[in-house]
């Protein structure tokens, strides 16, 4: 099922690079609300109390990502793959994602050191590298930039439904169009949320786009001083849902609120645990 009228701007575009017959299809501009009135009270406290305090979760975050994943590692495990120990009953394949989500918090932290960011292919593709290093996929390159395969992802939705990504050979217009749309956003963390939502709806590689996204989203709102935003492992089923939804409707309006009701900057700690 597409969204996309005959009228459309983009329908040329998409008659010249069809997507794949799928339940339901990507649309180039996906709809969203900017939901920045709802963080207005919302201030920065600092990038160094920012970075402190992600550092401080830094293994909590990681084994979040791991288990959003299915990767069903125990905190106490993801301490010690990370430390370099094999932990049995895991995939070597498990334990470098591991390893790999390490090296993006790592990478994300010096960046965000370095000054502000704003959602950004650059960024987005610096992270990648590191989260699809051991992915199985033909290329981790941004889809546009790569001519391994043209055809967008498939994602299984349930019900025995998918959604098809766009061709690859649409994926930089889709993107500077939202791009454009974003940088309108007047709060840091509702724009960098929108990126999340949008990264993960336009599928822009061929694996890891959730996890890229929420590290694209954490560098940027760290780097305006604002705390990083975790996804809890305990919330994995309600997470999973809103992306089904968002990829059904079109609509990522819900994604975000999503994220930005996981904003947290109280400093009490938070069991997250499944």
Same mark, same amino acid.
């Given at each position: 099922?597409?969204?996309?009228?005959?009228?459309?701007?983009?329908?040329?575009?998409?008659? !010249?690079?069809?997507?794949?017959?799928?339940?339901?299809q990507a649309v180039p501009e996906p709809a969203w609300e900017d939901l920045s009135d709802s963080m207005r009270a919302v201030l920065p406290k600092g990038v160094d109390r920012a970075l402190a305090r992600f550092r401080d979760r830094q293994t909590d975050a990681i084994f979040n990502d791991a288990w959003l994943e299915g990767i069903s590692y125990t905190e106490p495990?993801?301490?010690?793959?990370?430390?370099?120990?094999?932990?049995?009953?895991?995939?070597?394949?498990?334990?470098? !994602?591991?390893?790999?989500?390490?090296?993006?918090?790592? /990478?994300?932290?010096?960046?965000?050191?370095?000054?502000?960011?704003?959602?950004?292919?650059?960024?987005?593709?610096?992270?990648? %590298?590191?989260?699809?290093?051991?992915?199985?996929?033909?290329?981790?390159?941004?889809?546009?930039?790569? @001519?391994?395969?043209?055809?967008?992802?498939?994602?299984?939705?349930?019900?025995?439904?998918? /959604?098809?990504?766009?061709?690859?050979?649409?994926?930089?217009?889709?993107? !500077?169009?939202?791009?454009?749309?974003?940088?309108?956003?007047?709060?840091?963390?509702?724009?960098?949320?929108?990126?999340?939502? /949008?990264?993960?709806?336009?599928?822009?590689?061929?694996?890891?786009?959730?996890?890229?996204?929420?590290?694209?989203?954490?560098?940027?709102? %760290?780097?305006?001083?604002?705390?990083?935003?975790?996804?809890?492992?305990? %919330? @994995?089923?309600?997470?999973?849902?809103?992306?089904?939804?968002?990829?059904?409707?079109?609509?990522?309006?819900?994604?975000?609120? /999503?994220?930005?009701?996981?904003?947290?900057?109280?400093?009490?700690?938070?069991?997250?645990?499944?």
């Amino acid at each position: 099922m597409s969204l996309i009228g005959a009228d459309d701007p983009w329908a040329e575009r998409l008659r !010249q690079y069809p997507t794949v017959p799928a339940d339901y299809q990507a649309v180039p501009e996906p709809a969203w609300e900017d939901l920045s009135d709802s963080m207005r009270a919302v201030l920065p406290k600092g990038v160094d109390r920012a970075l402190a305090r992600f550092r401080d979760r830094q293994t909590d975050a990681i084994f979040n990502d791991a288990w959003l994943e299915g990767i069903s590692y125990t905190e106490p495990e993801i301490v010690e793959v990370i430390g370099g120990t094999h932990v049995p009953g895991h995939t070597e394949g498990e334990e470098y !994602q591991v390893r790999d989500l390490l090296k993006a918090v790592t /990478f994300l932290v010096n960046r965000v050191r370095e000054g502000k960011l704003e959602p950004t292919q650059s960024l987005s593709d610096d992270l990648h %590298m590191f989260i699809a290093s051991h992915l199985d996929v033909r290329s981790v390159a941004f889809r546009g930039d790569q @001519k391994e395969r043209y055809d967008g992802p498939s994602v299984k939705l349930g019900r025995g439904e998918r /959604f098809r990504a766009l061709d690859a050979r649409l994926t930089h217009d889709a993107l !500077q169009a939202g791009l454009a749309r974003i940088q309108t956003i007047e709060h840091p963390v509702v724009r960098a949320a929108t990126w999340a939502a /949008f990264a993960a709806y336009q599928q822009f590689y061929f694996d890891g786009n959730k996890r890229t996204g929420r590290y694209t989203m954490n560098a940027v709102i %760290m780097s305006h001083g604002y705390d990083a935003i975790l996804v809890p492992a305990s %919330m @994995k089923a309600s997470y999973e849902d809103m992306i089904v939804d968002a990829l059904r409707t079109g609509d990522l309006t819900a994604h975000v609120r /999503f994220l930005l009701d996981l904003y947290d900057d109280s400093g009490k700690e938070k069991s997250t645990r499944p």
